[in-house]
């Protein structure tokens, strides 16, 4: 297993992620709400920042590597999926849209892997629907995370619509990749 910087980052964004759980379990004694919510959106934006960096400079320094490319993604699905959770136990976050985002995620990521043993990944990489979608995101957590005024913005009702607007650009993207390997799976099913 190659280590360089940028799988580095993407290992600190695996290791980040406990931390964000934790604080919302910790006694109020020792962590007030307000102060959880800080480190915990703080924390999340450490996170969400190592995964524009890790890319940027594995390309820069051409430090890409195929173990980079696999351990990327299941950073940010496990990043945004223990985000969910969390919310979703907290009650800031829905069922349906916490199913429809890790549905999504494990489903394209299976379709992916599935694409490429048959030589199709072209087919089903990254579009500009899933950029949206991720950016959607990595705004909305944070904010749903904090869920206190900031510079007189509501973030708590921010994070609500844009966690929203991301389960609509989830459907939307899941819908947007079936349809292009849709000739794959009727070829071969």
Avoid at 24 to 53: K, M
Avoid at 122 to 139: D, E, I, N, P, Y
């Amino acid at each position: 297993m190659p280590i360089n910087i940028p799988i580095a980052l993407t290992w600190l964004r695996i290791a980040l992620i406990p931390l964000i759980v934790v604080l919302f379990y910790l006694p109020d004694w020792l962590v007030d709400e307000n102060t959880r919510g800080l480190l915990a959106s703080i924390i999340f934006i450490v996170a969400a920042l190592t995964d524009w960096f890790d890319g940027w400079l594995a390309r820069r320094w051409n430090q890409t590597s195929s173990f980079g490319a696999f351990l990327d993604p299941v950073a940010d699905k496990l990043m945004v999926g223990a985000a969910l959770l969390v919310l979703l136990d907290m009650g800031r976050v829905g069922v349906v849209i916490a199913l429809i985002i890790i549905g999504r995620e494990i489903a394209i990521s299976a379709l992916r892997e599935w694409m490429a043993q048959i030589g199709a990944s072209a087919s089903v990489a990254v579009s500009w629907l899933g950029k949206f979608k991720t950016a959607a995101q990595m705004v909305a957590i944070p904010c749903l995370l904090y869920a206190q005024p900031l510079l007189g913005i509501n973030t708590l009702l921010l994070g609500e619509v844009l966690i929203i607007v991301a389960a609509i650009l989830t459907v939307w993207s899941m819908c947007y990749y079936l349809k292009r390997a849709w000739p794959a799976i009727r070829e071969r099913a």
